[in-house]
């Protein structure tokens, strides 16, 4: 004779491991599409800072308020 688990506890098991499945496909992608953003971010970042430096030599170091485009200057502090 052969020992073997309730056809419906069989079945119950396949319904976990498809779904155990199913969400590691989809963490996978998540995964790939988390990475290919966070290249995106970097050559966002990348473009910030060049553009950062051509408005400081421009007009020196600032702060813009990006509400209306005013600026003040950054006083040096003396050491």
Request: hydrophobic share 30%; glycine share 8%.
């Amino acid at each position: 004779m052969e020992n073997k688990i309730k056809k419906e506890q069989l079945e119950k098991i396949n319904k976990h491991q498809e779904a155990v499945n199913s969400i590691l496909h989809q963490l996978g992608y998540l995964e790939s599409q988390k990475h290919g953003l966070l290249h995106e971010l970097g050559g966002v970042n990348e473009e910030i800072e060049k553009f950062k430096n051509e408005l400081e030599k421009e007009y020196g170091a600032i702060n813009i308020n990006v509400e209306d485009g005013t600026y003040t200057v950054i006083e040096k502090e003396d050491e």
